[in-house]
């Protein structure tokens, strides 16, 4: 740049004189508009040409990147700058790594080359480095990446990335020298590089191969955890890597010095004791006097005071402490100081990326407001809100200090597809050959409101649904829905067959009355019609047809502190409604449900992404003068007992038996990553469930299984692989089920 500037100014030298300038041209200039252009290079009329007004254009044009070649010329008053522009990369191929289209799509992102963009051989050559790297982090060594370069025409080239994948390393030996009161398998908790295992081909056990980028990671790792063990004095080497080429196998060792193990003595918090009493921050501690020092406990702990501090509005605090060893007891004394700084203020909450939903939907589901002070606690949790909302798929919150008791909340959100028409299909064991038609849209016109239209068709159901749900009317605390629907249920029992049908409405409204807290009431009308067709004793059938209005009111309570909608990593879900039947209508009984659903991710303690999940329900049928056999509660299906059909248990016997009133189910699970795609898990469950007809007991079943979860387009899909594991001969059991618009 620096050489074309000054051949620029010496080709210019013997044409300056007083001459004004008539008008400017670009020539061969398609990269940037003609007002861009004008905006770079702006010049008065009857201005005097200047050398360094044009090259300072010159250099101003060069940043945009598009050009290869600028020159200048003074036509008898008329300013040419001439442009040769970089070709465009037209298309980019990457062969003999990856094969998947996202996958790929992926990679060319990563580095830097995808169609459209500027070509130049330094991006090329940068692109390069990084697919080495790439390589080496999972593994190959002595990899070799070749480039083609084609050029279609003087404007595009298409570039082609030939990749030979090297030698892949398996560690078959991890040796831990000095390592006497750690094992094996606390290391293999925390390192990214492991010894193969037996049959390492499974998804469980670990398949040996080198991450050749996370060595110089895995000693500081080993020494993290010793640290939390109270190992302060541990240190670990870099690990040594002895590699056979002749057979890409390879021993790691780590060589380390323990140390003494310490135990915390004393804790002591110096804060001012106008601010807040340091004894309400003793209790709530993770790090305990009398027990084994744990440096990650150490800092929760300070990120703790920095939090409650925080919330009284000293946004900046600082919170440092100092670990004072006693080498002679083993012991270690803790001291924390906090400068509270100034309180701030909210000056401002702006928004940005979201190119459809509205403003004022972002802003009240942020709990900091223009003039609020600050808080940490409403800060973590405004983030949390909006994940929830499910309208999009990345959520970012930034702290902008303005002075030094004012800053900017800065709200970056992605928006999410929040809307689809789905046409699809499938088969599943219970409910064979199924069809579903829908249109859903999660965030109407960017207000927030849900609606949905749906037909569900399959040889056991016909559903068809309309539903309408407003989460915070004219931006208020209050919600309303409204839900309209006809359903056909056949229900094939030992004894009988049951066709039931059901047309009705529900309409709701509701209200938050404290954070994540929210109370309401619904009220539900049901025109339902049974046509029953049994036989007794295997000697004929006979066909019983009942028709009843069911009338009821509900008034429910719920709580969410989870912080996402679709994949929540932590937080937990939990409601109760009470149903009373009876408002008008023929069925008159009382149906409580409670449910609640927790989720914590494992990542915090063992650096992985794995998510343990509990759910549990109990509902409770109390008669108060008419229950219908289509009241009864049951059991069995994807929402309360895997491995068992829908409905698999309830009334075998609508003649004999009653409805059964009592019903609880539960289950543990826990997802993992699918590879490393974001939109899939998999996971492992162990479901229990029992019902009765007025005991929880009567029956008692249980199945364990494996469920894979994908975030489709068309919505969250599972697929589940379940085993009964105490069923009787006569259960009606399901091996296999998929659920499609539902999760955990």
């Known amino acids: 740049m620096k050489k074309k500037s000054i051949l620029l100014s010496i080709a210019f030298a013997s044409l300056l004189n007083a001459e004004g300038i008539k008008s400017v041209e670009y020539i061969n200039l398609t990269k940037i508009s003609p007002t861009v252009a004008k905006e770079t290079f702006s010049l008065n009329e009857d201005e005097e040409l200047s050398l360094v007004k044009i090259n300072q254009a010159v250099k101003d044009f060069y940043k945009y990147g598009y050009f290869e070649d600028i020159s200048v010329q003074n036509d008898n008053g008329v300013l040419k700058f001439f442009f040769k522009e970089k070709p465009s990369v037209a298309n980019v191929d990457i062969l003999g790594y990856k094969t998947r289209d996202k996958d790929l799509e992926g990679l ?16 090329v050559k940068k692109a390069k480095e990084e697919l080495l790297r790439e390589l080496e982090k999972e593994g190959y060594i002595n990899s070799v990446v070749e480039v083609e370069v084609e050029n ?21 030996k991890v040796n831990y020298f000095g390592a006497e009161d750690l094992d094996n398998g606390d290391f293999e908790r925390v390192t990214a590089n492991k010894e193969e295992e037996f049959a390492s081909w499974f998804i469980t056990q670990n398949d040996g191969e080198l991450k050749a980028d996370q060595l110089k990671y895995d000693g500081k790792r080993i020494q993290e955890l010793y640290f939390e063990n109270g190992y302060i004095d541990a240190k670990v080497e870099n690990p040594f890597l002895e590699v056979d080429f002749a057979s890409n196998q390879a021993d790691l060792d780590f060589y380390i010095e323990e140390g003494k193990q310490y135990y915390t003595n004393k804790i002591k918090i110096y804060i001012q004791s106008e601010l807040v009493k340091p004894k309400f921050f003793y209790n709530e501690l993770k790090l305990k006097e009398d027990r084994v020092f744990n440096i990650k406990k150490l800092r929760k702990d300070a990120e703790f005071i920095k939090t409650k501090i925080a919330d009284l509005g000293y946004a900046f605090a600082n919170v440092t402490y100092d670990i004072k060893k006693d080498e002679k ?4 004394d803790i001291v924390y100081r906090a400068v509270p700084g100034e309180k701030v203020y909210i000056r401002d909450v702006k928004i940005t990326g979201n190119s459809r939903t509205l403003d004022r939907v972002i ?21 949390n809100k909006l994940a929830r909302t499910g309208y999009f798929d990345d959520v970012r919150i930034e702290q902008k200090r303005i002075t030094k008791d004012k800053m900017d909340l800065v709200v970056k959100v992605k928006e999410a597809p929040t809307g689809n028409i789905i046409l699809g299909g499938g088969y599943g064991s219970y409910d064979k050959l199924m069809f579903n038609a829908s249109i859903k849209e999660k965030n109407l016109f960017g207000s927030g409101i849900a609606a949905t239209l749906t037909a569900d068709l399959s040889a056991v159901e016909t559903k068809f649904n309309l539903s309408f749900d407003n989460p915070s009317i004219r931006d208020s605390k209050f919600s309303g829905s409204f839900n309209l629907y006809n359903v056909e249920d056949e229900y094939d029992k030992s004894y009988y067959d049951l066709t039931k049908k059901t047309k009705g409405m529900s309409i709701g409204v509701g209200r938050a009355i404290m954070r994540n807290l929210y109370a309401g009431v619904k009220y539900q009308l049901d025109f339902i019609k049974e046509d029953y067709e049994y036989s007794l004793n295997y000697t004929g059938t006979q066909a019983v047809d009942q028709d009843y209005t069911s009338s009821s009111i509900i008034p429910y309570l719920s709580f969410n502190n989870t912080d996402d909608y679709y994949l929540p990593r932590y937080g937990m879900k939990a409601g109760t409604s009470l149903q009373y039947a009876g408002v008008g209508g023929d069925s008159k009984y009382i149906k409580s449900k409670t449910y609640f659903k927790y989720f914590y991710s494992l990542t915090d303690l063992y650096d992985l992404d794995w998510i343990f999940r509990y759910r549990s329900q109990i509902n409770v049928l109390l008669d108060r003068g008419r229950i219908n056999q289509g009241d009864s509660l049951y059991l069995g299906g994807t929402k309360t007992l895997r491995g068992f059909k829908s409905s698999a248990f309830g009334p075998q016997d609508p003649l004999i038996e009653e409805p059964y009133k009592k019903m609880f189910a539960n289950s543990l699970e826990l997802s993992f990553p699918f590879a490393d795609l974001t939109d899939m898990r998999w996971g492992v469950f162990y479901d229990y469930g029992m019902i009765g007809q007025n005991s929880f007991t009567d029956i008692k079943r249980s199945s364990v299984g494996a469920v894979f979860e994908w975030k489709s387009p068309f919505g969250p899909l599972q697929l589940i692989f379940a085993q009964p594991i105490d069923d009787e001969p006569t259960d009606d059991t399901s091996s296999f089920e998929f659920a499609l618009g539902s999760s955990f």
């Open 108 to 123: 060319k992102k990563q580095i830097g080359l995808s169609k459209g963009t500027m070509y130049s051989t330094e991006k």
């Open 152 to 172: 279609l025409n003087e404007n595009a080239v298409s570039i082609t990335f030939n990749i030979n994948k090297g030698d892949e390393i398996v560690i078959k």
């Open 329 to 332: 007891n083993g012991t270690v």
């Open 363 to 383: 802003r009240r589901n942020i709990y900091l407001a223009p003039g609020d002070l600050f808080s940490m606690t409403d800060f973590k949790e405004s983030r």
